[in-house]
């Protein structure tokens, strides 16, 4: 919530207690209330727009102006109890809508020393058939979003948090799209197309992988954070699973499921969709290895020696198996992924990380453990570290789309996304220091890290 929208807030609650407290003060103090917050609505609207969590507020202004214009006993307006109960039933459904999802969600500020540029890159592969679509004539795409330390000169436009924002399909990630009309107003803390930082003249990458059905835009805290710390970050959307993509094109792509009734649990389901996934990171790898992109000045910038790949749920279990089938990744690092499916024995030890959310049901994480452990015996080792407040959903910027109230209900009653910002700071930090170790060969102190932030738990690894 910006400045104004709180003081338009707290302006017309006050002027609603006014009217229920001291109905009769209209020359001292209700009158000069109002021409306050009519001020402020003027304001709030030629800035940002309208929201819909004001649409009580607007209510309220009408009743406002009643009141105000309005000549003793006239009216219901001064009829006294239908008055004061349509007074307050509004102030509460107002306070209600401000209390579940903010219009312009504030992202976890990056905290490193670079400013942060960003390109986004929409290729398509014309070897590969679009598997998900029924045109034969379909190829796959893949969307890349590139995230890094930018000439802390360049002025330039912001870039938007969200593919397609003018038009939304109806439904986005099960929610009404009318939800995110302000989304645009986000502040990504990048410029987009700003010149990279020649600060070195080549930079470490990071590929990173988003959840099961999740677009790349759900993990800008994460991505800007560790591009902000000295990192290329390349950020994948998969077309046709991630909730929203724009194609090469221009068309908006959006999840298309096939399941089949012989695999209830959805195993196979999940095996092929790891396998798109693995497909996806070899053509991206190819792209910015190949002669035609080496031209580009942005790809020519990267440290094709000095590569690893992380992500988060399915896309931390991908991001592994990647490591395991292709020797250009030289570290991984695997956020609360499940592995399905084989993997593969890389050739020789490789650095793995498994970061964590809170896990103290075992029953209920058997398969995600018995993964894990596997790739530990096929990396020969690493490390396991637990963030003992944070859950599955902590680590995305979907709790911070969460008013405060909402966002500690869900977090603490349902266990959906606790403490995001403390979880997005930790991860940085993790994997800023895994990965300044691990692709230099030398040993990352991860026990460091741990210590300085609170309810970070080292886990043996058997």
Request: net charge neutral.
């Amino acid at each position: 919530m910006n400045t104004i929208d709180l003081l338009l807030l707290l302006g017309i609650l006050a002027t609603s207690l006014t009217l229920v407290i001291k109905p009769n003060m209209i020359e001292n103090i209700f009158r000069p209330l109002l021409g306050l917050v009519l001020l402020l609505s003027i304001g709030q609207i030629l800035l940002s727009g309208l929201y819909w969590q004001f649409l009580p507020a607007y209510l309220l202004l009408l009743l406002f102006l009643g009141k105000a214009f309005s000549f003793k006993h006239s009216t219901w307006i001064n009829s006294g109890m239908v008055f004061k109960i349509s007074l307050q039933f509004l102030s509460v459904a107002l306070l209600l809508s401000w209390s579940v999802f903010l219009p312009v969600p504030k992202l976890t500020e990056p905290t490193g020393n670079f400013q942060v540029g960003t390109k986004i890159f929409r290729w398509f592969d014309p070897s590969r058939d679009e598997p998900l679509t029924a045109d034969p004539l379909d190829r796959r795409n893949v969307v890349v979003q590139a995230w890094y330390p930018a000439d802390p000169d360049h002025q330039g436009n912001p870039s938007v948090y969200l593919d397609g924002l003018d038009h939304l399909p109806p439904m986005v990630s099960g929610l009404p799209s009318f939800l995110l009309n302000h989304f645009d107003q986000i502040n990504t803390y990048a410029i987009l197309d700003s010149p990279v930082s020649k600060a070195k003249k080549k930079w470490p990458v990071i590929l990173f992988l988003t959840g099961n059905g999740a677009s790349r835009a759900f993990y800008t805290s994460l991505a800007i954070g560790l591009s902000s710390k000295g990192f290329v970050v390349l950020c994948l959307d998969h077309p046709y699973e991630a909730a929203l993509t724009q194609l090469a094109g221009g068309k908006l792509a959006t999840p298309i499921e096939v399941y089949h009734k012989d695999d209830p649990d959805l195993l196979q389901f999940m095996e092929v969709r790891l396998q798109t996934r693995l497909a996806d990171v070899r053509f991206v790898l190819d792209q910015i290895g190949s002669e035609e992109e080496a031209s580009n000045g942005f790809f020519s910038s990267l440290d094709q020696d000095l590569i690893g790949i992380t992500g988060h749920s399915l896309g931390g279990t991908t991001a592994a198996v990647a490591m395991a089938h292709d020797s250009r990744i030289k570290a991984a690092a695997n956020i609360d992924g499940t592995l399905y499916g084989e993997l593969p024995k890389p050739d020789g030890p490789r650095p793995f990380l498994l970061l964590e959310s809170n896990k103290d049901d075992p029953d209920r994480y058997k398969r995600y453990e018995a993964g894990n452990r596997f790739f530990f015996r096929q990396f020969g080792g690493g490390y396991r570290f637990e963030i003992a407040e944070a859950d599955h959903y902590s680590f995305t910027d979907a709790p911070l789309f969460l008013a405060f109230p909402s966002r500690i209900l869900a977090g603490r009653i349902f266990g959906i996304g606790d403490i995001p910002r403390r979880t997005h700071l930790a991860t940085v930090d993790f994997l800023q220091t895994f990965f300044e170790g691990a692709l230099n060969r030398k040993v990352p102190d991860l026990d460091l890290i741990a210590s300085r932030r609170q309810g970070i738990i080292r886990k043996m690894i058997d």
